[in-house]
Protein backbone atom coordinates (compact mmCIF):
# COMPACT_ATOMS: atom_id res chain seq x y z
CA UNK A 1 0.00 0.00 0.00
CA UNK A 2 1.74 3.06 -1.33
CA UNK A 3 0.06 6.26 0.38
CA UNK A 4 0.44 9.86 -1.13
CA UNK A 5 -0.09 13.11 0.68
CA UNK A 6 -0.39 16.56 0.04
CA UNK A 7 -0.21 18.65 3.37
CA UNK A 8 -0.34 21.63 1.85
CA UNK A 9 -3.90 20.77 -0.06
CA UNK A 10 -6.75 22.76 2.05
CA UNK A 11 -8.27 19.24 2.68
CA UNK A 12 -7.74 17.97 6.26
CA UNK A 13 -5.10 15.41 6.12
CA UNK A 14 -7.23 13.02 8.06
CA UNK A 15 -9.88 13.25 5.36
CA UNK A 16 -6.89 12.60 2.49
CA UNK A 17 -5.52 9.57 4.68
CA UNK A 18 -8.95 8.04 5.22
CA UNK A 19 -10.08 8.41 1.57
CA UNK A 20 -6.23 6.95 0.55
CA UNK A 21 -6.65 3.93 2.98
CA UNK A 22 -9.99 3.38 1.79
CA UNK A 23 -9.04 3.62 -1.70
CA UNK A 24 -5.99 1.48 -0.83
CA UNK A 25 -8.50 -1.17 0.24
CA UNK A 26 -11.11 -0.91 -2.64
CA UNK A 27 -8.65 -1.51 -5.28
CA UNK A 28 -7.33 -4.49 -3.28
CA UNK A 29 -3.77 -2.99 -2.53
CA UNK A 30 -4.55 -3.87 1.24
CA UNK A 31 -7.05 -6.67 1.56
CA UNK A 32 -9.60 -8.23 4.15
CA UNK A 33 -7.99 -9.77 6.67
CA UNK A 34 -4.71 -7.91 6.73
CA UNK A 35 -2.74 -5.90 8.92
CA UNK A 36 -2.45 -2.01 8.40
CA UNK A 37 0.94 -0.39 9.52
CA UNK A 38 0.98 0.64 13.57
CA UNK A 39 0.16 4.33 14.27
CA UNK A 40 3.92 5.43 14.82
CA UNK A 41 5.60 3.53 11.50
CA UNK A 42 2.79 5.18 9.31
CA UNK A 43 3.34 8.52 11.10
CA UNK A 44 7.33 8.02 10.74
CA UNK A 45 6.94 6.89 6.74
CA UNK A 46 4.48 9.84 5.95
CA UNK A 47 5.98 12.03 8.02
CA UNK A 48 3.17 13.29 9.66
CA UNK A 49 1.88 13.87 13.23
CA UNK A 50 0.95 10.75 15.02
CA UNK A 51 -1.93 12.05 16.50
CA UNK A 52 -3.81 12.50 12.74
CA UNK A 53 -2.60 8.68 12.15
CA UNK A 54 -4.58 7.78 15.82
CA UNK A 55 -7.73 9.53 14.58
CA UNK A 56 -7.58 8.00 11.12
CA UNK A 57 -7.37 4.97 12.71
CA UNK A 58 -10.13 5.56 15.24
CA UNK A 59 -12.57 6.85 12.48
CA UNK A 60 -12.02 3.56 9.77
CA UNK A 61 -12.78 1.33 13.08
CA UNK A 62 -16.35 3.63 13.80
CA UNK A 63 -17.26 3.11 10.22
CA UNK A 64 -16.58 -0.50 10.24
CA UNK A 65 -13.64 -0.28 7.84
CA UNK A 66 -10.97 -1.82 10.62
CA UNK A 67 -10.89 -4.04 13.57
CA UNK A 68 -8.22 -3.01 15.60
CA UNK A 69 -7.15 -5.98 18.07
CA UNK A 70 -6.01 -4.94 21.47
CA UNK A 71 -1.84 -4.58 21.20
CA UNK A 72 -2.13 -6.89 18.03
CA UNK A 73 -2.81 -4.16 15.39
CA UNK A 74 -5.26 -2.78 12.89
CA UNK A 75 -6.50 -5.08 10.56
CA UNK A 76 -8.77 -5.06 7.34
CA UNK A 77 -12.47 -6.20 8.24
CA UNK A 78 -13.63 -8.94 5.82
CA UNK A 79 -17.27 -6.95 5.33
CA UNK A 80 -15.95 -3.91 3.40
CA UNK A 81 -14.14 -5.83 0.69
CA UNK A 82 -17.60 -7.03 -0.47
CA UNK A 83 -17.84 -3.03 -1.93
CA UNK A 84 -15.21 -3.77 -3.79
CA UNK A 85 -17.43 -5.05 -7.08
CA UNK A 86 -19.33 -2.07 -6.28
CA UNK A 87 -16.68 0.39 -6.33
CA UNK A 88 -15.28 -1.32 -9.86
CA UNK A 89 -18.58 -0.74 -11.09
CA UNK A 90 -19.02 2.84 -9.93
CA UNK A 91 -15.26 2.97 -11.26
CA UNK A 92 -16.78 1.62 -14.95
CA UNK A 93 -20.09 4.52 -14.56
CA UNK A 94 -17.47 7.07 -13.52
CA UNK A 95 -15.09 6.71 -16.57
CA UNK A 96 -17.63 6.49 -19.27
CA UNK A 97 -18.74 9.72 -17.53
CA UNK A 98 -15.42 11.41 -17.76
CA UNK A 99 -15.02 10.41 -21.35
CA UNK A 100 -18.22 11.95 -22.64
CA UNK A 101 -16.88 15.11 -20.91
CA UNK A 102 -13.73 15.07 -21.94
CA UNK A 103 -14.82 14.93 -25.77
CA UNK A 104 -17.01 18.19 -24.57
CA UNK A 105 -13.62 18.82 -24.63
CA UNK A 106 -13.88 19.96 -20.75
CA UNK A 107 -10.13 20.27 -19.16
CA UNK A 108 -9.13 18.02 -16.11
CA UNK A 109 -9.66 21.13 -13.83
CA UNK A 110 -13.36 21.66 -14.86
CA UNK A 111 -14.67 18.32 -14.51
CA UNK A 112 -13.37 17.60 -11.16
CA UNK A 113 -14.81 21.30 -10.04
CA UNK A 114 -18.20 19.88 -11.12
CA UNK A 115 -18.28 16.95 -9.59
CA UNK A 116 -16.97 18.55 -6.53
CA UNK A 117 -19.39 21.47 -6.88
CA UNK A 118 -22.72 18.86 -7.25
CA UNK A 119 -21.01 16.85 -4.66
CA UNK A 120 -21.02 20.07 -2.46
CA UNK A 121 -24.16 21.53 -3.04
CA UNK A 122 -26.26 17.92 -2.60
CA UNK A 123 -24.83 18.68 0.59
CA UNK A 124 -26.16 21.82 1.63
CA UNK A 125 -29.06 20.82 0.08
CA UNK A 126 -30.07 17.71 2.08
CA UNK A 127 -28.96 20.04 5.57
CA UNK A 128 -26.33 18.08 6.60
CA UNK A 129 -22.72 19.36 7.35
CA UNK B 1 -2.35 16.78 34.23
CA UNK B 2 -4.06 20.01 33.59
CA UNK B 3 -6.03 20.20 30.43
CA UNK B 4 -3.39 23.01 28.87
CA UNK B 5 0.29 21.67 28.90
CA UNK B 6 0.97 25.76 28.03
CA UNK B 7 -1.59 28.10 28.46
CA UNK B 8 -0.98 31.71 28.46
CA UNK B 9 -3.54 34.56 29.16
CA UNK B 10 -3.71 38.02 28.00
CA UNK B 11 0.05 38.40 27.96
CA UNK B 12 1.43 42.07 27.32
CA UNK B 13 5.01 43.25 26.69
CA UNK B 14 6.85 46.26 25.00
CA UNK B 15 10.38 47.20 24.77
CA UNK B 16 10.04 50.91 25.25
CA UNK B 17 7.32 52.34 22.48
CA UNK B 18 7.25 49.08 20.65
CA UNK B 19 4.17 46.50 22.08
CA UNK B 20 5.68 43.33 21.35
CA UNK B 21 3.21 40.97 22.85
CA UNK B 22 -0.88 42.81 22.76
CA UNK B 23 -2.81 40.49 24.76
CA UNK B 24 -1.44 37.37 23.57
CA UNK B 25 -3.43 33.86 24.69
CA UNK B 26 -2.02 30.63 24.15
CA UNK B 27 -3.20 26.87 24.76
CA UNK B 28 -1.52 24.08 23.76
CA UNK B 29 -2.85 20.53 24.43
CA UNK B 30 -0.37 18.16 25.99
CA UNK B 31 1.18 15.26 23.29
CA UNK B 32 0.46 17.82 20.27
CA UNK B 33 2.76 19.29 17.88
CA UNK B 34 1.65 22.64 17.77
CA UNK B 35 3.15 25.13 15.21
CA UNK B 36 3.54 29.14 16.37
CA UNK B 37 3.04 30.87 12.86
CA UNK B 38 4.08 34.65 12.16
CA UNK B 39 6.07 37.05 10.20
CA UNK B 40 9.61 38.18 11.59
CA UNK B 41 9.17 40.51 14.41
CA UNK B 42 4.91 39.33 15.07
CA UNK B 43 6.15 38.27 18.38
CA UNK B 44 7.45 34.63 18.16
CA UNK B 45 10.32 34.69 19.56
CA UNK B 46 9.14 37.02 22.38
CA UNK B 47 6.96 35.16 23.44
CA UNK B 48 8.90 31.89 23.90
CA UNK B 49 11.41 34.03 25.87
CA UNK B 50 8.79 34.73 28.24
CA UNK B 51 7.43 31.03 28.85
CA UNK B 52 10.40 29.90 29.28
CA UNK B 53 11.40 32.87 32.00
CA UNK B 54 14.38 34.70 30.03
CA UNK B 55 12.45 37.89 30.17
CA UNK B 56 9.29 39.29 32.33
CA UNK B 57 5.25 39.82 31.05
CA UNK B 58 4.52 43.46 31.55
CA UNK B 59 1.32 41.56 32.48
CA UNK B 60 -0.85 38.66 31.93
CA UNK B 61 -0.10 35.07 33.15
CA UNK B 62 1.22 31.64 31.72
CA UNK B 63 1.95 28.45 33.07
CA UNK B 64 3.88 25.36 31.98
CA UNK B 65 2.77 21.70 33.42
CA UNK B 66 0.47 23.71 35.64
CA UNK B 67 3.08 26.18 37.08
CA UNK B 68 2.81 29.81 36.44
CA UNK B 69 6.59 30.63 34.90
CA UNK B 70 6.74 33.01 37.73
CA UNK B 71 6.68 30.57 40.26
CA UNK B 72 10.79 30.48 41.26
CA UNK B 73 9.89 27.62 43.61
CA UNK B 74 9.39 25.34 41.12
CA UNK B 75 11.08 26.62 37.86
CA UNK B 76 13.78 24.31 37.85
CA UNK B 77 11.59 21.14 38.11
CA UNK B 78 9.50 22.81 35.11
CA UNK B 79 13.08 23.96 33.24
CA UNK B 80 14.43 20.05 33.63
CA UNK B 81 11.02 18.82 31.89
CA UNK B 82 11.53 21.28 28.91
CA UNK B 83 13.94 20.57 25.93
CA UNK B 84 14.52 24.50 24.27
CA UNK B 85 16.47 24.70 20.91
CA UNK B 86 17.24 28.97 19.93
CA UNK B 87 17.43 30.60 16.94
CA UNK B 88 20.99 31.78 18.09
CA UNK B 89 22.06 28.25 19.23
CA UNK B 90 24.57 28.97 22.06
CA UNK B 91 26.73 25.89 22.35
CA UNK B 92 30.45 26.17 22.97
CA UNK B 93 32.16 26.70 19.78
CA UNK B 94 35.76 24.99 21.07
CA UNK B 95 34.02 22.05 22.31
CA UNK B 96 33.85 18.46 20.15
CA UNK B 97 30.39 17.00 19.52
CA UNK B 98 31.15 14.68 22.26
CA UNK B 99 32.51 16.80 24.66
CA UNK B 100 29.60 18.69 24.68
CA UNK B 101 27.21 15.90 25.08
CA UNK B 102 29.14 14.32 28.21
CA UNK B 103 29.23 18.24 29.42
CA UNK B 104 25.39 18.54 29.25
CA UNK B 105 24.49 14.91 30.51
CA UNK B 106 25.32 15.32 34.15
CA UNK B 107 22.39 18.61 34.20
CA UNK B 108 19.89 16.03 33.63
CA UNK B 109 18.85 13.15 35.50
CA UNK B 110 16.30 11.77 33.03
CA UNK B 111 19.44 11.97 30.47
CA UNK B 112 18.40 8.78 27.66
CA UNK B 113 21.70 7.06 26.42
CA UNK B 114 19.29 5.23 24.17
CA UNK B 115 18.06 8.59 22.76
CA UNK B 116 21.76 9.98 22.15
CA UNK B 117 22.91 7.15 20.62
CA UNK B 118 19.76 6.96 18.49
CA UNK B 119 20.21 10.69 17.20
CA UNK B 120 23.86 10.62 16.49
CA UNK B 121 23.33 7.75 14.32
CA UNK B 122 19.93 9.43 12.83
CA UNK B 123 21.65 12.92 12.71
CA UNK B 124 25.33 11.29 11.20
CA UNK B 125 26.98 13.60 13.75
CA UNK B 126 30.85 13.56 13.95
CA UNK B 127 31.66 13.17 17.62
CA UNK B 128 35.47 14.52 17.16
CA UNK B 129 34.02 17.54 15.39
CA UNK B 130 34.82 21.09 16.78
CA UNK B 131 30.96 22.37 17.30
CA UNK B 132 32.43 25.74 15.76
CA UNK B 133 33.19 23.86 12.42
CA UNK B 134 29.66 22.45 12.04
CA UNK B 135 27.57 23.61 9.23
CA UNK B 136 24.14 25.19 10.48
CA UNK B 137 21.92 22.13 9.68
CA UNK B 138 24.03 19.86 11.63
CA UNK B 139 24.37 22.77 14.26
CA UNK B 140 20.66 22.41 14.77
CA UNK B 141 20.71 18.23 14.76
CA UNK B 142 23.46 18.65 17.61
CA UNK B 143 21.13 21.34 19.74
CA UNK B 144 17.76 18.82 18.75
CA UNK B 145 19.74 15.99 20.19
CA UNK B 146 20.43 17.56 23.33
CA UNK B 147 17.08 18.97 23.75
CA UNK B 148 15.80 15.06 23.23
CA UNK B 149 17.71 13.18 25.24
CA UNK B 150 17.63 15.20 28.15
CA UNK B 151 14.08 12.88 28.37
CA UNK B 152 11.40 16.58 28.13
CA UNK B 153 8.47 16.07 28.05
CA UNK B 154 8.04 19.14 26.00
CA UNK B 155 10.77 20.94 23.39
CA UNK B 156 10.20 24.41 22.43
CA UNK B 157 12.16 24.83 19.31
CA UNK B 158 12.54 28.39 18.35
CA UNK B 159 12.34 28.03 13.95
CA UNK B 160 14.01 24.89 14.32
CA UNK B 161 14.59 24.42 10.38
CA UNK B 162 15.86 27.61 9.62
CA UNK B 163 18.35 27.99 7.35
CA UNK B 164 18.54 24.24 6.80
CA UNK B 165 18.49 22.91 3.37
CA UNK B 166 15.38 20.59 2.20
CA UNK B 167 16.77 17.66 2.89
CA UNK B 168 17.74 18.57 6.52
CA UNK B 169 14.24 20.02 7.06
CA UNK B 170 13.08 16.63 6.12
CA UNK B 171 15.65 14.57 8.41
CA UNK B 172 14.33 17.15 11.63
CA UNK B 173 10.43 16.83 10.71
CA UNK B 174 11.01 13.06 10.12
CA UNK B 175 12.72 12.79 14.08
CA UNK B 176 9.88 15.43 15.51
CA UNK B 177 7.17 13.04 14.76
CA UNK B 178 8.91 10.33 15.78
CA UNK B 179 9.69 11.57 18.89
CA UNK B 180 6.11 12.83 19.39
CA UNK B 181 4.89 9.22 17.91
CA UNK B 182 7.38 7.09 20.73
CA UNK B 183 7.83 9.17 23.72
CA UNK B 184 4.13 11.09 23.55
CA UNK B 185 6.31 14.32 23.52
CA UNK B 186 4.55 17.78 22.77
CA UNK B 187 6.53 19.67 20.95
CA UNK B 188 5.58 23.59 20.21
CA UNK B 189 7.64 25.14 17.55
CA UNK B 190 7.67 28.31 15.98
CA UNK B 191 8.02 29.10 11.98
CA UNK B 192 7.23 30.84 9.57
CA UNK B 193 7.14 28.19 6.97
CA UNK B 194 3.81 27.14 6.37
CA UNK B 195 4.71 24.14 4.40
CA UNK B 196 6.45 22.46 7.37
CA UNK B 197 3.55 23.31 10.06
CA UNK B 198 1.11 22.29 7.98
CA UNK B 199 2.83 18.61 7.50
CA UNK B 200 3.36 17.92 10.70
CA UNK B 201 1.31 19.66 13.14
CA UNK B 202 -1.73 19.22 14.52
CA UNK B 203 -3.00 22.82 16.34
CA UNK B 204 -1.46 26.02 15.20
CA UNK B 205 -1.39 29.61 16.38
CA UNK B 206 -0.86 32.54 13.75
CA UNK B 207 0.12 35.26 15.24
CA UNK B 208 0.48 39.03 14.12
CA UNK B 209 1.28 42.07 16.21
CA UNK B 210 1.73 40.47 19.26
CA UNK B 211 -2.28 38.56 19.11
CA UNK B 212 -2.74 35.41 18.22
CA UNK B 213 -5.50 36.00 15.43
CA UNK B 214 -6.14 31.98 14.30
CA UNK B 215 -5.87 29.18 16.89
CA UNK B 216 -7.07 26.05 16.51
CA UNK B 217 -6.85 21.84 15.52
CA UNK B 218 -5.24 22.83 11.76
CA UNK B 219 -7.97 19.68 10.68
CA UNK B 220 -10.98 21.84 12.10
CA UNK B 221 -9.68 25.23 10.30
CA UNK B 222 -9.45 23.46 7.28
CA UNK B 223 -13.21 22.21 7.68
CA UNK B 224 -13.73 25.49 8.51
CA UNK B 225 -12.36 27.95 6.08
CA UNK B 226 -13.58 27.52 2.57
CA UNK B 227 -13.24 29.74 -0.24
CA UNK B 228 -16.54 30.84 -2.03
CA UNK B 229 -16.67 32.48 -5.55
CA UNK B 230 -19.92 34.16 -6.61
CA UNK B 231 -20.54 34.92 -10.27
CA UNK B 232 -23.30 37.71 -10.07
CA UNK B 233 -25.63 40.06 -11.90
CA UNK B 234 -25.40 42.77 -10.27
CA UNK B 235 -23.48 44.59 -7.09
CA UNK B 236 -23.28 42.20 -4.11
CA UNK B 237 -20.85 42.54 -2.81
CA UNK B 238 -21.76 45.06 -0.34
CA UNK B 239 -24.67 42.70 0.65
CA UNK B 240 -22.30 39.80 2.11
CA UNK B 241 -19.09 41.91 3.20
CA UNK B 242 -20.60 42.18 6.84
CA UNK B 243 -22.07 39.00 6.68
CA UNK B 244 -20.69 36.74 9.92
CA UNK B 245 -18.09 34.36 8.93
CA UNK B 246 -17.20 36.30 6.26
CA UNK B 247 -13.47 37.17 6.61
CA UNK B 248 -12.69 38.73 3.11
CA UNK B 249 -14.04 40.05 0.10
CA UNK B 250 -13.10 40.55 -3.34
CA UNK B 251 -14.37 41.94 -6.44
CA UNK B 252 -13.11 41.27 -10.29
CA UNK B 253 -15.57 42.67 -12.43
CA UNK B 254 -18.48 39.94 -11.61
CA UNK B 255 -17.09 37.54 -9.74
CA UNK B 256 -16.75 37.90 -6.32
CA UNK B 257 -14.62 36.16 -3.97
CA UNK B 258 -14.92 35.71 -0.33
CA UNK B 259 -12.76 33.85 2.28
CA UNK B 260 -15.36 32.53 4.95
CA UNK B 261 -14.34 31.40 8.53
CA UNK B 262 -17.30 29.55 9.40
CA UNK B 263 -21.15 29.47 8.64
CA UNK B 264 -20.11 28.57 5.26
CA UNK B 265 -23.69 26.26 4.97
CA UNK B 266 -25.38 29.20 5.86
CA UNK B 267 -23.36 32.15 3.48
CA UNK B 268 -23.55 29.28 0.50
CA UNK B 269 -27.69 29.13 1.52
CA UNK B 270 -28.15 33.32 1.13
CA UNK B 271 -26.15 34.05 -1.58
CA UNK B 272 -27.91 30.98 -3.73
CA UNK B 273 -31.23 32.84 -2.71
CA UNK B 274 -29.69 36.02 -4.56
CA UNK B 275 -31.12 36.08 -8.82
CA UNK B 276 -28.85 34.78 -11.02
CA UNK B 277 -26.04 33.84 -8.76
CA UNK B 278 -23.45 30.80 -9.16
CA UNK B 279 -21.31 30.02 -6.65
CA UNK B 280 -18.60 27.25 -6.53
CA UNK B 281 -16.76 26.57 -3.31
CA UNK B 282 -13.09 25.46 -2.98
CA UNK B 283 -11.00 23.65 -0.01
CA UNK B 284 -8.37 26.41 1.46
CA UNK B 285 -4.86 25.55 2.60
CA UNK B 286 -3.26 27.16 5.81
CA UNK B 287 -0.93 29.68 3.29
CA UNK B 288 -4.65 31.08 1.89
CA UNK B 289 -5.58 31.29 5.31
CA UNK B 290 -2.27 32.82 7.15
CA UNK B 291 -1.99 35.37 4.41
CA UNK B 292 -5.39 37.10 4.04
CA UNK B 293 -5.72 37.18 8.33
CA UNK B 294 -1.91 38.26 8.57
CA UNK B 295 -1.84 40.87 5.09
CA UNK B 296 -3.77 43.30 5.79
CA UNK B 297 -4.39 43.92 9.37
Given at each position: MILRLN?????PLYLQLIEQIKHAIETEAIRAGEQLPSVRRMAEDLVINPNTVAKVFRELERTGVIEVRHGAGAYVRSSVVSRTKLMRKAQDIVGAAVDRLESMELTEDEVRRIVENDLASRRSKSGKK | MDEWLIEARDLRKSFGSQT????LQLQVPPGSIYGFLGKNGAGKTTTIELLLNIIKPDSGHASIFGVPITDVRRCAEVRRRIGFVSE?????????VGQIIRFTR???????DDLERRYLEAFSLPLNKKVGDLSKGMGSKLMLLLAIARGADLLIL????????PAAVDDVLRELVSIAASNGTTIFFSSHQLAEVEQIADHVCIIDRGKAVVTGALDELKAQYQRIQVVVDRELSSAVRWVDGVVRVRQEGRTLSLLVSRNVEAILAQIRSLPGASTEQFPVSLKDIFLETVRNN
Open positions: PSSGI | ALDGDKGLYPYMTPFFPAWRDEPTDGLD
